[in-house]
């Protein structure tokens, strides 16, 4: 029987009118002979009422099993006002069956498909079951919510005059960003595929192609150890433009945020969003992608230790450092337990310790309270606002790690705060920031050189380019990051588009020996000197853009099929071994794998 309506379709109106619907039994109920079941498909729910006086319905609830598929024609009817459901769509009618067609009998689940009791399932165990865990209709709706930011981003971008062009998952190994998988080529014995971690070589190849206005919704792979925000695979809204600068990029990613927010979850988000350059982000909230959905800033108590008795203080601020703090407010009852463990959160970014003060009952308690002078509380008090109740917290060392260690810390006492009922942020608050301005240059001391802080083809800003010969860590690039309630979405910037400057920072300030550059990027280079346009772009994890969307911490609840964080896929059983033959077609042999690595 083919369907007629899908379940979450039939209304009063359909009263009296003959109906088919197909789907998995939600639940059955036998109520003195009558069998109730819920038939439920990606739509939603039906009631469907089986009449025992029909010789084809008897002994139906021996037969039938919850999850099994079903198809039923019957007759529509109008609920008695009492028993209307409210709860769902079709809740004042049912469909009183006529004929039954089981498609499949289901074996009793592994874990029960209710969204409230399966989110408290062992996360592994629905990832082996994954075809089941996404019948879910939270899961459902997270593919749907997938489904129209995607349909979202492709209808903006084609009225912007984008064209969707694919570019190779097969490409040339480029080491010089993340851990790469290989793929060996059996027509070139020897010689390996590297699978693209990111199209953007490529992408600013169809700019000298002449596109003007790229984009593609691209998988991209990373061998990587993985955690909550990263999986091997996943994908980007990956985009370019030529003849733009900053300022174009930020008003058409605007739009098409604004567009998905719209389409997705109804919400009209304000434009243009706000701008922090890289330092202000850093030494107001720790971390260039800050959460600013809350306050619990950071500010800069340098010069007034400059000087002070506490030699902790006073010995960083001398040695080129900087003493910050916030006021972490109402959080003065933290526990020695979760002392302990901002303690250990600070540890891990490099501190010895964590100095704080701690206010209660009028008092300021702290080891450290006897080095300080009355001014210096004094004016402690005044720019932190400490009142009582409250926590402060303390950071001394250099400016970058001082700044992460309280950046750090700052979110983990947000965490304690909204557990304590003390800081709430609405669910529905999505707080949008461009932080722009970041240096183009790191100088890596284990290695001995520069390394680029975004990508080596981010465009250094015009002025700056002197710089790149005497100081390379002043020169800002025109690099910019999309962040949203403290999570990078998106990253990109305006590329290099002149052979001789991208040749440049390649061999002279990253120090890459000049044949290496030739071979990884010889292409590219000659490409450059046959007209290239100025062009720029970004890439967004659709991902975690979901995660956000559907309002989850993990980006595996937002991908059909995801990875463990041993990068494996339970369901399928992937990775898996493969035949002597296959290896021998590719010239590979495996040598004893050691335990560890098993």
């Not at 959460?291 to 007034?304: G, V, W």
Request: net charge negative; with cysteine.
């Amino acid at each position: 029987m083919k369907r007629t309506h899908h379940c979450n379709e039939l209304r009063p109106l359909d009263v009296g009118c003959t109906a088919t619907l197909a789907g998995w039994i939600d639940t059955m109920r036998d109520l003195g002979g009558i069998l109730f079941v819920d038939l439920r498909d990606r739509e939603g729910v039906t009631q469907v009422i089986f009449d025992p006086s029909n010789p084809d319905f008897k002994d139906l609830h021996h037969r039938l099993k919850p999850e099994s598929v079903i198809a039923v024609q019957g007759e529509v009817e109008r609920r008695s006002p009492e028993t209307v459901n409210e709860r769902i769509p079709t809740g004042e009618i049912d469909l009183r069956a006529a004929s039954l067609t089981v498609h499949n009998i289901s074996k009793t689940p592994p874990f029960p498909l209710e969204d409230d009791r399966a989110e408290r399932v062992n996360e592994d165990l629905r990832l082996t079951y994954r075809y089941l865990d996404l019948r879910r209709p939270a899961m459902q709706q997270i593919l749907r919510s997938r489904h129209r930011a995607v349909h979202a981003t492709r209808a903006f971008l084609d009225e912007q005059g984008f064209i969707e062009v694919e570019t190779p998952m097969l490409f040339k190994s480029t080491p010089e960003g993340a851990r790469e998988f290989l793929v060996p080529s059996r027509l070139n014995a020897g010689e390996f595929y590297a699978l693209a971690q990111s199209p953007q070589q490529l992408k600013q190849m169809l700019m000298v192609a002449g596109v003007e206005r790229y984009y593609q919704i691209a998988r991209c792979f990373r061998d990587e150890d993985l955690r909550a925000d990263r999986q091997p695979e996943f994908s980007q809204i990956d985009l370019e433009m030529s003849f733009i600068d900053r300022e174009d990029m930020y008003a058409l990613i605007e739009g098409m945020l604004a567009r998905i927010w719209k389409e997705v979850k109804g919400i009209e988000i304000a434009t243009p969003f706000p701008r922090m350059p890289y330092r202000e982000a850093m030494d107001r909230f720790g971390v260039d992608k800050p959460d600013t959905r809350f306050a619990l800033e950071i500010k800069d108590f340098s010069e007034l230790f400059r000087e002070s008795g506490f030699k902790v203080f006073s010995g960083a601020v001398g040695s080129g450092g900087v003493v910050k703090a916030f006021n972490a407010k109402g959080l003065a009852d933290a526990t020695q337990g979760e002392m302990k463990m901002l303690e250990e959160c600070a540890k891990g970014l490099g501190a010895k310790g964590l100095a704080f003060i701690r206010v209660q009952n009028g008092e300021w308690k702290s080891p450290i309270l006897k080095f300080f002078t009355e001014d210096e509380k004094r004016e402690m008090r005044d720019a932190l606002e400490i009142a009582d109740g409250d926590m402060v917290f303390f950071a001394a060392a250099e400016w970058e790690r001082a700044c992460a260690i309280l950046g750090r810390i700052r979110l983990e006492s947000a965490r304690l705060l909204i557990a304590r009922g003390r800081l709430k942020i609405p669910e529905d608050r999505y707080d949008f920031l461009w932080v722009i301005e970041f240096p183009l240059m790191l100088f890596d001391e284990e290695a001995g050189h520069y390394l680029a802080a975004h990508h080596p083809f981010t465009a250094p800003v015009d002025e700056d380019i002197p710089l790149l010969d005497s100081n390379p860590t002043a020169v800002r690039g025109q690099h910019y990051d999309c962040v949203l309630n403290g999570s990078e979405i998106a990253g990109g910037s305006i590329r290099i588009h002149q052979a001789e400057l991208q040749k440049k920072v390649f061999e002279e300030v990253l120090k890459i020996p000049p044949e290496v550059v030739q071979s990884r990027f010889g292409y590219m280079l000659n490409a450059f000197d046959y007209g290239a346009p100025p062009h720029g772009g970004i890439a967004f994890g659709l991902d975690r853009l979901v995660a956000i969307l559907s309002g989850r911490s993990s980006i595996r609840d937002v991908i059909a099929f995801p990875k463990t964080q041993r990068g494996q896929c339970l369901m399928s059983q992937t990775p898996g071994s493969v035949s002597e033959k296959q290896l021998r077609d590719l010239h590979i042999a495996i040598r004893d794998v050691p335990t560890a690595a098993r």
